[in-house]
């Protein structure tokens, strides 16, 4: 079944830092770019990162660029966001997403559910 | 750019809504626009890519469109099923790397 499947998500305090992951099953993960949306509670959807599928190219959105890392291990199927200096707007939902349609015409095809980041004292 | 929906829109089963995106910044032919359905709780899904292809799975009742005279893109749903209630996002892709989300509507089908 093709599928991705986030975890990782919690509690943690303003300043600290938490790491998501998202399992991706079903299709040849290396050939395809990856991305992290996120959605504040009773807010719309916001893109936060991508990466290639070599992971050779990374891009941010302003709001996390210096704070967050995005990675993959194309060996175990995984997509990483290394999330530090947390603040309390970054508290949100953390969807995985799959790329398709190469450079200038990528879309997200394919979504997680998402795991639930809280950043709270 | 800024891409702009209206918050929410409501019709009854059987009837035909449209939900409007329209770009702040640059043409919406630009780039392509796509369309994702939310239900809460569950993981988006594709209904329009590439401003009107319907992916695999998604039935003719949606379809999309862009318009360049009002700088907006569309997506209609014909035949309104209680399934159908959901959010729907537009999205379009900078060529800055940036991807743009719209504010989204939340589509009722009372």
Redesign the interface.
């Known amino acids: 079944e093709v599928q991705l499947l986030e975890s990782g998500g919690g509690l943690v305090q303003p300043g600290g830092s938490l790491r998501v992951s998202c399992a991706a099953s079903g299709f040849t993960f290396r050939n395809y770019a990856m991305s992290w949306v996120r959605q504040a509670p009773g807010k719309g959807l916001e893109w936060v990162s991508a990466t290639s599928g070599s992971g050779g190219s990374t891009y941010y959105a302003d709001s996390v660029k210096g704070r967050f890392t995005i990675s993959r291990d194309n060996s175990k199927n995984t997509l990483f966001l290394q999330m530090n200096s947390l603040r309390a707007e970054d508290t949100a939902v953390y969807f995985c997403a799959k790329l398709r349609g190469g450079t200038g015409q990528w879309y997200f095809d394919l979504w997680g559910r998402g795991t639930l980041v809280t950043v709270s004292s | 750019f800024v891409l702009t929906q209206p918050h929410s829109v409501s019709e009854s089963p059987g009837k035909t809504v449209t939900i409007s995106c329209t770009r702040s910044g640059g043409s919406i032919a630009s ?2 626009v ?1 369309w ?1 359905q ?1 239900r809460p ?6 209904v329009i ?2 401003d009107n292809q319907r ?1 695999s799975g998604v039935p003719d009742r949606f379809s999309g469109s862009i318009d360049s005279s009002s700088n907006s893109a569309s997506l209609t749903i014909s035949g309104l099923k209680t399934e159908d209630e959901a ?1 729907y ?1 537009c ?1 379009s ?1 900078d ?1 800055s ?8 509507t939340k589509l009722t089908v009372l």
Do not use: R
């Open positions: 780039n392509y796509q994702y939310h709780g569950s993981a988006p899904s594709t890519f590439y992916p959010d996002y999205q892709y060529s790397n940036v991807w743009v989300f719209g504010g989204g």
